[in-house]
């Protein structure tokens, strides 16, 4: 049974000042009774504020970022070991920064090494551009995606790559280029019919074990309002959120939602 997980991300928002009483807002309006993962992933300079925050709230810190070497003349940078002590998630990939930074699914692969390695637990994403979309090459895209990344992770990997994805935790977010920060999300049936495709691909690769077990998070424009249509799908695990999760009536609402979708997980309902 794969865990639910509601993932913020908070993005170039907060500052040292005032993350750590948001986040604190934010963890007392999401307990819920049910075995939802929350995770808050502030800027960096936020996480050490963010992590004493959310002492013992049962919300979890990560990292927008990391690089993809342990050290050395990068300048501006924050690689994985750095990271120990201030967050145990990280998003990997984010559309933002293959936009903003350049970075190839070949780079992603590589920083998910680097998570790995570290005990991060990653969040993968992927997703497809309008003009992809409206092209009929969604499906394709995001296969190409995964594809990419898994073959750069392997091959930065010594050892068995199969059994380290096993154990890490992985989670991969579906995040559609088009209905990011816009107010214009996708259907629920079509984040499904990815999901779908996003395990296939996995699979493809040779990983059944992961395309079976790890979550896959909805993100694009989702709020408490839009919520329930992306947990109504069975292979939808969760959301990653970014403009409504510095909203804690927002979180509350998204969060109460996937209590109820964990709740009937863990009860056997689906
Ligand atoms: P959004 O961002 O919820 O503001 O669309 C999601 C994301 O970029 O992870």
């Not at 493809?204 to 074990?209: K, N, Q, R, S, V």
């Not at 998070?217 to 992306?230: C, M, P, W």
């Not at 403009?243 to 996937?258: F, N, Q, T």
């Amino acid at each position: 049974m794969r865990s639910v997980v509601i993932a913020a991300n908070w993005k170039m928002h907060t500052a040292p000042s005032d993350a750590g009483e948001l986040a604190a807002t934010i963890a007392s309006r999401t307990r819920v009774d049910a075995p939802v993962e929350r995770v808050i992933c502030p800027p960096f300079v936020c996480l050490a504020a963010v992590r004493d925050a959310l002492a013992g709230s049962g919300v979890a810190v990560g990292a927008q970022n990391v690089h993809h070497e342990l050290s050395g003349a990068y300048t501006g940078e924050i690689s994985a070991p750095m990271l120990a002590g201030l967050a145990t998630w990280v998003i990997v990939g984010h559309s933002e920064r293959r936009r903003d930074a350049g970075e190839t699914d070949e780079l992603i692969g590589r920083k998910l090494r680097r998570a790995i390695e570290a005990g991060l637990r990653p969040i993968v994403c992927v997703g497809e551009q309008l003009a992809e979309r409206q092209a009929g090459r969604a499906a394709a895209v995001v296969r190409d995606q995964v594809h990419g990344i898994l073959t750069a992770y392997g091959d930065a990997t010594i050892g068995d790559p199969a059994a380290d994805l096993d154990s890490a935790g992985v989670v991969v977010a579906y995040e559609p280029v088009w209905a990011i920060g816009t107010g214009r999300n996708a259907t629920g049936a079509d984040a499904a019919a990815m999901a779908d495709t996003i395990r296939a691909s996995i699979a493809e690769t040779g990983l059944a074990e992961l395309a079976g077990a790890a979550p896959v998070l909805y993100g694009g424009s989702v709020t408490a309002a839009n919520i329930a249509e992306f947990l109504a799908e069975p292979g939808i695990d969760g959301a990653l959120v970014g403009g409504a999760s510095l909203k804690p009536d927002e979180m509350a609402g998204i969060v109460a939602r996937a209590g109820l979708t964990a709740a009937a997980r863990a009860g056997g309902a689906g």
